[in-house]
């Protein structure tokens, strides 16, 4: 699930150790691990073998895969890709991991084929420090050519190495943005270059519209109204213009009504006319909305299909209830709605104002087409009529089905927390979490990512936050200091997923375990856990008093090593000294106890006392209580509990 976005990957080794290397990361990752005939001896899974010049298979597999990543000396992978390169725009992403394993090397299409983010994922499964080397990364900031990925935004026109160029030299950049989300603005690295009030003296633009922007400097007073799309190279040529570039979010729902039989060709031109007319980007077109009795109609499915447009459809019913700005009764007695186009855009833009009204289209086409020879069969494919309407929504349509990891992070060094969490934190669009743990793990951290830390009582907030990012289509990680599925979030995500009716598959989910308090606890004190043992959470916030007090009573009698969470607040004292007295019951007052407060962070402090007299050292909420069994023992500053081996 982490390396979806990069399938499929294919994995080059050479040698035997290389294909160790790279073989549990192929298995991780979903990519299948090539290695030359002679190796033919290795039974990993996932293997495959090539025969004949490694250099021909690679011309293969470029063509065939997003993603390559080599176990091989960057020499040899350059020589081998150089001939394949063609355009950053669409070249895989290829990652070099040293032989050693400790580094990660992002060779190519860094930002638009996605290899800088892909050096981080697989370091992070190696355990290997990511190269990346270009100016975004290292000032902090998302990459211009990506910038609108995480929300689905399309890249339009314009000079993008020009712009990325001024970004790398930290010049200033304007940036106008009149559609989709403006979350990006908020969470951007200290002293980015970034100009959203359009006030300084820029070098470089970014234009965030539905609308085709002219790429000259406007004059004075008539900013935003640019005609025409002049080519960048003016840009470079002409001192006085600053590069410009346009990401589109998809802010449109074009609404279409149309007769029986219309062809594709004709709701293809209806659509670019209108968009051209109006100067909107067809690249800002989030789908096509219509009426349910036009589920079926042949040109529109199909080219809904071709264009990667999704095909929203309403009951008459609904699309009668929307008032519009022209209404047709003769539509109103065939499909029981006075309007098709108008209302359709406007209910599925969530809208209450028609960027464009209803455009109506006939066949036979456009002059343009119809002179030009060979007219005649063109001719043909323009059957029907069409109306077009376009609404603008306030947010955006990714297009991109969400993601929620629920990280347990573990007790809180980062060392302590598993490769695979660590990916899935790098990963993410969107981190969210209690900010003290967020702050344990800000190395983890992408530019660009949207940190959002919220108090500790506000664990419902959180969870409803992290679901509604998912469903508009991010990939957010929901973190856990130790594992999320003890005491953490992964339960509260989970439920709020089945009050809202989940259907368990989208968003999609996955679980990264993480070192629970009371693993941590233990291993700085020995091994007091080696027999049967239980949690007890002491806070009554959530559980009534009385539950817990049955099982601390069933826990002592039971004979469990004990491990208390949540042991004692500010407020709360009172609940410690119960689970005392419960223990004293059933245990010898010198049963070994250990308090271990905030494990494996730089505060840690370790206790080893005894059950009658642990009350007299200080806890608190980031303290976890041991209680040993009845055979527990310390020796030497060590907590055992015997498993029986010896007797
Ligand atoms: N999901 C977490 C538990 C959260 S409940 C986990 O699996 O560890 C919070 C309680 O966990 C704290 O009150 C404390 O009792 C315990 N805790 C969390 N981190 C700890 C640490 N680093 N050291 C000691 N106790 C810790």
């Known amino acids: 699930m982490l390396f979806n976005d990069f399938q499929p990957i294919a994995a080059i080794a050479t040698t035997a150790v290389a294909a160790q290397k790279l073989q549990s990361l192929c298995q991780t990752a979903g990519a299948t691990l090539w290695v030359p005939e002679s190796l033919n001896n290795l039974k990993f899974k996932q293997v495959k073998f090539y025969k004949g010049s490694l250099k021909d298979h690679i011309s293969s597999l470029w063509l065939q895969n997003r993603a390559l990543v080599f176990c091989l000396a960057t020499g040899a992978v350059v020589r081998l890709i150089a001939p394949l390169l063609e355009d950053k725009s669409f070249d895989p992403a290829v990652v070099v991991v040293e032989q050693g394993g400790r580094f990660v090397i992002s060779l190519c299409s860094s930002h638009q084929g996605g290899a ?48 990325s160029a001024a970004a790398a030299r930290g010049e200033s950049i304007e940036v106008i943005q009149e559609a989709g989300s403006i979350l990006w603005q908020s969470h951007l690295r200290e002293g980015h270059p970034f100009d959203f009030s359009a006030s300084g003296d820029p070098k470089a633009r970014i234009w965030i519209s539905s609308q085709l922007k002219s790429h000259q400097t406007p004059l004075e007073g008539e900013k935003g109204k640019g005609e025409g799309v002049k080519d960048f190279q003016d840009n470079i040529q002409n001192p006085l213009l600053i590069p410009e570039v346009q990401w589109h979010p998809r802010v449109l729902w074009v609404g279409i009504g149309c007769e029986r039989g219309t062809s594709k060709e004709l709701l293809a031109t209806a659509i670019e006319q209108t968009c051209q007319q109006y100067q909107l980007a067809t690249a800002a077109i989030a789908a096509i909305a219509t009426i349910e009795l036009k589920a079926d109609e042949v040109g529109l499915v199909e080219l809904c299909r071709e264009r990667n447009w999704p095909l929203q459809t309403f009951p008459a ?15 109103a007695k065939e499909v029981g709605t006075p309007s098709v186009a108008e209302a359709a855009a406007l209910v599925a833009a969530s809208s209450e104002t028609l960027l464009v009204s209803k455009q109506i289209f006939r066949s036979p086409i456009p002059n343009s087409t119809t002179s030009e020879q060979g007219g005649n069969d063109k001719i043909l494919n323009y059957q029907g009529a069409v109306t077009v309407a376009i609404a603008q929504s306030e947010l955006e349509y990714t297009g991109r089905s969400g993601q929620l990891f629920l990280v347990g992070t573990g007790p809180g060094r980062l060392d302590q927390m598993t490769p695979a969490a660590q990916t899935a934190v790098t990963k993410a669009d969107a981190v969210i979490g209690y900010s003290l743990y967020i702050d344990l793990i800000t190395g983890l951290g992408r530019p660009g990512q949207i940190i959002e830390a919220l108090p500790i009582t506000k664990e419902r907030q959180r969870a409803q936050r992290a679901i509604e990012l998912a469903e508009w289509g991010l990939s957010v990680a929901v973190i856990s200091s130790g594992d999320c599925g003890i005491y953490g979030m992964a339960g509260l995500v989970l439920e709020e997923l089945r009050h809202l009716g989940w259907d368990g598959k989208k968003p999609e989910v996955q679980l990264f375990p993480g070192i629970s308090a009371l693993q941590a606890a233990a291993s ?62 059933y245990r010898n007052p010198d049963t070994p106890v250990a308090i271990v407060r905030s494990a494996y962070r730089e505060e840690e402090q370790v206790t080893l006392t005894t059950l009658d007299k642990f009350l007299n050292l200080p806890i608190d909420m980031l303290s976890t209580v041991l209680i040993g069994n009845q055979s527990t023992d310390i020796y030497s500053d060590w907590m055992i509990t015997p498993r029986g081996y010896l007797g």
Not at 118 to 140: N, Y
Not at 317 to 331: G, K, R, T
Request: with cysteine.
């Open 524 to 585: 700085r004190v020995g091994a007091p856990l080696m027999h049967d043992f239980c949690a007890i959470s002491l806070s009554d916030l959530l559980t009534p008093w009385q539950v817990i007090e049955k099982r601390l009573e069933a826990a002592a009698q039971a004979d469990f090593v004990t491990a208390l969470y949540n042991p004692q607040s500010r407020k709360r004292t009172q609940q410690i000294a119960i689970a005392q007295n419960i223990f004293l019951k």
């Open 317 to 331: 019913e609904v699309l009668s209830s929307v008032s519009v700005p022209n209404p047709s009764q003769i539509v």
């Open 116 to 163: 800088n983010q892909l050096a981080q994922l697989v370091a992070h499964q190696l355990g290997a420090v990511p190269i990346l080397t270009g100016a975004a990364a290292d000032l902090g900031i998302p990459g211009i050519d990506v910038l609108g990925v995480p929300f689905g935004w399309c890249r339009g026109e314009g000079d993008w190495t020009g712009v």
